[in-house]
């Protein structure tokens, strides 16, 4: 009996990994595809893929266009996205915040916590000077070439900063810093004046600006940005008024989640 069990624990981890690596091949660059994509994509069997993909449509967790064919995530994972979001405290924190100030503002708010070598969105609301099409909620980023990722590390000791980026930062436009000693460079400057930037650095044309939130011990766990076009930000102009509301509404959340800094406790 025992070997029974084993093999059929195998073979149920096996069809997890196979499902998962399904799910996996949804990506923004290839948010359908059809069976013959997923086939190649994941190496499995077109057996396997078709029957995997009918279950997983069943569940709810993939959907099917019977006029394109194509699959699709479908309201399952969207769901359960939504569950894991609300049980995050940051998430919980800072959404009213973001949202308020995205508003008031008229810009991109967005926060994120670091997920290893990535930042990951956690929220993302859209002043009318700054719209998207789409959220950012879910998506990851650099740590090194936008202000959130500069926030989020800013603190860690130069070692593990090195240990977590490798030598080879990408470089995404002729701003994006490449180099380890030039990016220690700027995250003294963050720690010195308790925010970061970022200009271009990313993307041409968007400029942002961001502060990081801390948990009740005074950790770094996540960063509050605010973004948009290089014209609606004017950072020539607007930086220091700007860098003074994003540490404010940084602060708000960090105080949520339990932080009381020297400077409030005296």
């Known amino acids: 009996m025992a070997r029974t069990i084993n093999r059929e624990t195998g073979t ?11 799910l996996s091949a949804f990506t923004e660059a290839h948010p359908q595809r059809r069976v013959s994509e997923l086939v190649e994509v994941t190496g499995l069997g077109q057996s396997t893929v078709s029957r995997l993909v009918g279950a997983l449509v069943t569940l709810g967790f993939l959907s099917y266009d019977q006029r394109s064919g194509l699959y699709g995530i479908g309201p399952r994972v969207i769901t359960l996205a939504g569950i894991g979001l609300n049980e995050m405290p940051v998430h919980r924190q800072a959404r009213q915040v973001a949202q308020t100030f995205a508003a008031d503002l008229g810009l991109g708010v967005n926060v994120a916590e670091r997920c290893g070598a990535e930042l990951f969105y956690l929220c993302h609301f859209e002043g009318r000077a700054a719209g998207r099409s789409s959220t950012l909620v879910g998506r990851t980023g650099p740590l090194h070439a936008t202000a959130l990722g500069k926030a989020l590390i800013s603190e860690l000791p130069s070692p593990e900063v090195e240990d977590l980026l490798g030598h080879g930062l990408a470089r995404y436009t002729p701003h994006t810093v490449t180099s380890l000693d030039k990016l220690e460079a700027i995250l003294q400057e963050v720690r010195d004046r308790g925010y970061a930037t970022e200009v271009e650095e990313l993307a041409f044309g968007r400029a942002c600006l ?45 105080s949520g989640l339990g932080y009381h800094s020297a400077a409030a406790v005296s």
Do not use: C, F, K, Y
């Not at 149920?12 to 399904?22: D, F, H, K, N, W």
């Open 210 to 254: 961001a502060a990081p939130i801390r948990d009740r011990t005074g950790t770094v766990v996540a960063a509050l940005s605010v973004s948009g076009p290089l014209s609606a930000m004017d950072l020539p102009t607007r930086e220091n008024l700007l860098a003074l509301q994003v540490i404010e509404q940084a602060d708000q959340i960090s």
């Open 12 to 22: 149920g981890t096996q069809s997890v990994e196979r499902a998962l690596s399904l």
